[in-house]
C-alpha cells in the first residue's frame, strides 16, 4: 500500500476498470493515491464516469467479492472498500448528491439531518448537538423546525452538505456542489467547504470552483486519468483542455486573449 507521512492515503485507487451491465467499460485502469487532507476535483466532459467514480469511493458499485479483499480497487485509509465493511466505509466516506431533492426526505430539517447520527448508534444527546454543530456549520442554525420544501435550493444543499457532516465523515464526496446555486450560496458553499478539517473529493465543471477551492485536480475522460495535478497547471493547459472538451478558465488566460 502507497503510504504518506506514514499513514496510509485517504483514498487509493488500484487499476480500478468498471463497466455497467450493458458492458461498455466505463472506468478504465484508474490508479490513484490522494492524501488525507487534500482536496481533489475531479473534472471532465459529461459522460467521462464522474459520478461513476464518486460512487466507487462509497461502495455502491462494489468491483470485487468480499474474499479477494487484497484485490479490491478501492482503498479508503488503508481499508478496501468491499461489501462487509461498508457499514464502516459509509461511516468514514459522507457523499453529497447533486440534487439535494435526491437526499431530502423528512418533515423537517432537524429530522433530516439527525437521521444520520441515529443511524450511526448516537443516543438523543449527541444527535441533537450534532444536528445543531452541522446546521450551524453550514450556516443554517436556525431552520430545524423548518420543512426543506420551504428552503431556497441553495439552502437545501447546505441541509444535504450538515446531515452528511452531522456524521463525522473523514472523507467528504460531493457530486457537482456549485450547480444551480446563485453566486452568493455558491460564495457561502466555498466557504464552508475551505473550512472544513477533512478530506474533499468533488466531481465538477466548475472550473473556478476548483481553482478557489481544489490542490490537486484529476482530468477524466472516456473512462481513464489523462491527466492529473496542480489545478493551475492542469487548467490553464489550452491544448489538453480543448482535446477533453474543456476550456480555459478566464482569468487563467493570457490577458491577449481578451
Ligand atoms: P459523468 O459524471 O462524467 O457525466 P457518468 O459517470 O455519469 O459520467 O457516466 C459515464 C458513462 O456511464 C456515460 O456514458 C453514462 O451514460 C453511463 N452510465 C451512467 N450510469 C449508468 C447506468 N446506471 N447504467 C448504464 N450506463 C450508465
Given at each position: 500500500?502507497?503510504?504518506?507521512?506514514?499513514?496510509?492515503?485517504?483514498?487509493?485507487?488500484?487499476?480500478l476498470?468498471?463497466?455497467?451491465?450493458?458492458?461498455?467499460?466505463?472506468?478504465?485502469d484508474?490508479?490513484?493515491?490522494?492524501?488525507?487532507?487534500?482536496?481533489?476535483?475531479?473534472?471532465?466532459?459529461?459522460?467521462?464516469?464522474?459520478?461513476?467514480?464518486?460512487?466507487?469511493?462509497?461502495?455502491?458499485?462494489?468491483?470485487?467479492?468480499?474474499?479477494?479483499?487484497?484485490?479490491?480497487?478501492?482503498?479508503?485509509?488503508?481499508?478496501?472498500?468491499?461489501?462487509?465493511?461498508?457499514?464502516?466505509?459509509?461511516?468514514?466516506?459522507?457523499?453529497?448528491f447533486?440534487?439535494?431533492?435526491?437526499?431530502?426526505?423528512?418533515?423537517?430539517?432537524?429530522?433530516?439531518?439527525?437521521?444520520?447520527?441515529?443511524?450511526?448508534?448516537?443516543?438523543?444527546?449527541?444527535?441533537?448537538?450534532?444536528?445543531?454543530?452541522?446546521?450551524?456549520?453550514?450556516?443554517?442554525?436556525?431552520?430545524?423546525?423548518?420543512n426543506?420544501?420551504?428552503?431556497?435550493?441553495?439552502?437545501?444543499?447546505?441541509?444535504?452538505?450538515?446531515?452528511?457532516?452531522?456524521?463525522?465523515?473523514?472523507?467528504?464526496?460531493?457530486?457537482?456542489?456549485?450547480?444551480?446555486?446563485?453566486?452568493?450560496?455558491?460564495?457561502?458553499?466555498?466557504?464552508?467547504?475551505?473550512?472544513?478539517?477533512?478530506?474533499?473529493?468533488?466531481?465538477?465543471?466548475?472550473?473556478?470552483?476548483?481553482?478557489?477551492?481544489?490542490?490537486?485536480?484529476?482530468?477524466?475522460?472516456?473512462?481513464?486519468i489523462?491527466?492529473?495535478?496542480?489545478?493551475?497547471?492542469?487548467?490553464?493547459?489550452?491544448?489538453?483542455?480543448?482535446?477533453?472538451?474543456?476550456?480555459?478558465?478566464?482569468?487563467?488566460?493570457?490577458?491577449?486573449?481578451?
Amino acid at each position: 500500500m502507497a503510504e504518506l507521512n506514514g499513514s496510509p492515503p485517504a483514498i487509493e485507487l488500484r487499476r480500478l476498470t468498471f463497466a455497467y451491465p450493458s458492458g461498455r467499460k466505463v472506468l478504465n485502469d484508474l490508479s490513484a493515491t490522494w492524501a488525507t487532507g487534500s482536496r481533489v476535483a475531479i473534472v471532465g466532459p459529461s459522460g467521462a464516469g464522474k459520478s461513476t467514480l464518486l460512487m466507487h469511493l462509497i461502495g455502491l458499485l462494489p468491483t470485487v467479492p468480499v474474499s479477494d479483499g487484497q484485490h479490491c480497487a478501492v482503498w479508503i485509509d488503508g481499508a478496501p472498500v468491499i461489501t462487509e465493511r461498508l457499514r464502516t466505509v459509509r461511516q468514514h466516506v459522507g457523499f453529497v448528491f447533486q440534487d439535494p431533492d435526491d437526499q431530502l426526505f423528512a418533515a423537517t430539517v432537524a429530522e433530516d439531518v439527525a437521521f444520520g447520527p441515529k443511524l450511526l448508534g448516537c443516543d438523543a444527546t449527541e444527535t441533537q448537538s450534532r444536528v445543531t454543530d452541522s446546521l450551524t456549520a453550514v450556516g443554517l442554525p436556525l431552520v430545524g423546525n423548518l420543512n426543506p420544501g420551504h428552503l431556497s435550493y441553495g439552502e437545501r444543499k447546505r441541509v444535504c452538505l450538515a446531515g452528511v457532516l452531522a456524521c463525522q465523515p473523514k472523507v467528504l464526496v460531493l457530486d457537482e456542489p456549485s450547480s444551480n446555486l446563485d453566486p452568493r450560496a455558491r460564495r457561502q458553499l466555498l466557504k464552508i467547504l475551505r473550512a472544513l478539517p477533512v478530506t474533499v473529493i468533488v466531481a465538477t465543471h466548475d472550473l473556478d470552483l476548483v481553482l478557489d477551492l481544489c490542490d490537486r485536480v484529476v482530468l477524466l475522460d472516456e473512462g481513464r486519468i489523462q491527466s492529473e495535478g496542480v489545478p493551475t497547471q492542469i487548467l490553464s493547459d489550452e491544448l489538453l483542455m480543448e482535446r477533453h472538451g474543456l476550456e480555459v478558465p478566464w482569468r487563467l488566460r493570457p490577458t491577449s486573449t481578451f
